[in-house]
């Protein structure tokens, strides 16, 4: 961590640094080495409505901007960070998703996913990988993440765009608000 913001998301948010370094070991146990991946997003799942208002008012100052939409009759927002968070040596992420959970049987809840983008070497990655990977899900004409589930209900995804290309391509529009950062 470098500062007093990074204490306070990590209160909000959880031990990052520790949630990435967990997933970067359950990959390469797997032979997935995703060094040098950039990082699409970290994904945030909250037990409730009242929850995920909570954790969402919570990152806004910390942010310089946001989509939230409604995704399965609830609504998921991607919130752009006004400083990217420190994850590991070589790894940085801007965006975090926030989802309140639809069933929390199903999904852990915290700290859930880490996308990764792999732009031209999605196919070829898939190829490689498949035996290691858990599947493919279908979101739309730009979001077909790959992905690995581990034992824990986390999991990584990989995807060709990052999340908020996919937000543009779309034609969703990160509306911009002052900051109130620290």
Known sequence: MN???DMKLQEVLGDYQAFYA???RQLDTRGINIT???ISHIAVRSPSIA???KV???LRPHCVSEVEDIRNGRPVNKLLLAEPLQLGDDARVSLIELIPTLSADKYPMGLEHIGFVLGYAYDTFAERHRDALSGLKEHGAYSRPWFVTFANG???KFFRY???DVIELEGGRFEPYESAAA
């Open 3 to 5: 500062g007093p913001d």
């Open 22 to 24: 967990d997933v970067v």
């Open 36 to 38: 040098g991946s950039p």
């Open 51 to 53: 929850a995920y208002e």
């Open 56 to 58: 969402r008012d919570a």
């Open 154 to 156: 986390t999991s990584a």
């Open 162 to 164: 990052s999340l908020k």
